[in-house]
C-alpha cells in the first residue's frame, strides 16, 4: 500500500524526545523612555443671536487658531480639523418652538514634537477667546527604535532564561526551534492621557498681558515586550 507524501513526513514531537528535549520560556522587557509626541486638542466655541452671526464669530476664532498653530511651523507635525457642530438653542418658554440662540464648536487637534514650543501654544491658545486647551498626551511614534530595543531585549531575556535552565541541568543548546511574538509593545498612555498628565485651559478675555508660557514635564513612556521561546538542548546526565 502506497503512502502520501504527507504521511511519509516523521511527526515531530510536541514535548521533545530523549535525544532532543525542549525548553520553553518566555522572554520580557520593560524600559521606560522619553516621549516623541505630544497632542492637544483644542475647542473652539462661539453663541450668537443668529445663526450667520454665530457661523461668522465661529469661522473667525477657527481660523485664528490654526493660524496660530501653524505659526510654529516644523514643531507642528501634524494639525487636523475634527467635528464641526452648529446647534440652535430653543426658549424654555413661550408658545412653539423658538430659537433662542445658536451655538458652535470646532475640535483640533495638533501634535508637536517641540515640547518648549509646547508650553508656550498650550498658553496662548487658552488665552483666544471662547477656547479650551485639554491635554497634552504624551506618545510615542509607531515607528520609534525604542519598540526594537523593547523588542530586542525580550528575544535576548528568553535565550538567557533557556541558557540557564540547561546550566542547571549540566547541559547547552543546540538549537532554536520556535519564536513568538505575544504582543510585543504596548505604549502607555496612548489616549486619554495618563492621570497628571492632563492639562486643561480656558480664555480670560480682557487680559492686558500675554500669560507666561506653561511649564510642561514630558510623561516617560513604559514599553513592554513579551516573547515565547522554545530550544532544544544536548541531552543531560541525569
Known amino acids: 500500500m502506497a503512502t502520501s507524501p504527507e504521511e511519509a513526513q516523521p511527526t515531530a514531537a510536541p514535548y521533545g524526545t530523549p535525544d532532543a528535549p525542549r525548553i520553553a520560556v518566555r522572554g520580557e522587557a520593560h524600559l521606560e523612555v522619553d516621549p516623541e509626541i505630544a497632542g492637544i486638542r483644542v475647542t473652539v466655541l462661539a453663541r450668537g443671536k443668529d445663526r450667520r452671526t454665530a457661523l461668522d464669530d465661529l469661522t473667525r476664532r477657527n481660523t485664528t487658531a490654526l493660524d496660530l498653530i501653524k505659526?510654529?511651523?516644523?514643531?507642528?507635525?501634524?494639525?487636523?480639523?475634527?467635528?464641526?457642530?452648529?446647534?440652535?438653542?430653543?426658549?424654555e418658554?413661550?408658545?412653539?418652538?423658538?430659537?433662542?440662540?445658536?451655538?458652535?464648536?470646532?475640535?483640533?487637534?495638533?501634535?508637536?514634537?517641540?515640547?518648549?514650543?509646547?508650553?508656550?501654544?498650550?498658553?496662548?491658545?487658552?488665552?483666544?477667546?471662547?477656547?479650551?486647551?485639554?491635554?497634552?498626551w504624551w506618545s510615542l511614534r509607531p515607528t520609534s527604535p525604542a519598540h526594537k530595543r523593547a523588542r530586542q531585549q525580550a528575544v535576548k531575556d528568553a535565550v538567557q532564561r533557556a541558557r540557564e535552565y540547561a546550566e542547571a541541568l549540566d547541559t547547552t543548546l543546540a538549537a532554536l526551534v520556535e519564536l513568538a511574538?505575544?504582543?510585543?509593545?504596548?505604549?502607555?498612555?496612548?489616549r486619554p492621557a495618563a492621570p497628571g498628565g492632563a492639562?486643561?485651559?480656558?480664555?480670560?478675555?480682557?487680559?492686558?498681558?500675554?500669560?507666561?508660557?506653561l511649564d510642561l514635564e514630558p510623561q516617560r513612556q513604559r514599553l513592554h515586550a513579551q516573547v515565547n521561546a522554545r530550544f532544544t538542548m544536548l541531552p543531560p546526565r541525569l
Open 71 to 91: 505659526t510654529y511651523g516644523q514643531a507642528v507635525e501634524r494639525l487636523e480639523t475634527g467635528t464641526f457642530s452648529l446647534t440652535p438653542e430653543l426658549k
Open 93 to 136: 418658554k413661550g408658545r412653539g418652538e423658538r430659537i433662542h440662540a445658536y451655538h458652535g464648536r470646532v475640535h483640533i487637534t495638533a501634535e508637536l514634537t517641540d515640547f518648549t514650543a509646547l508650553g508656550e501654544l498650550t498658553t496662548r491658545l487658552a488665552d483666544l477667546d471662547l477656547t479650551s486647551v485639554d491635554g497634552p
Open 181 to 190: 511574538d505575544i504582543g510585543a509593545e504596548a505604549p502607555q498612555p496612548v
Open 199 to 213: 492639562l486643561r485651559a480656558r480664555s480670560a478675555t480682557g487680559a492686558e498681558d500675554a500669560a507666561a508660557p
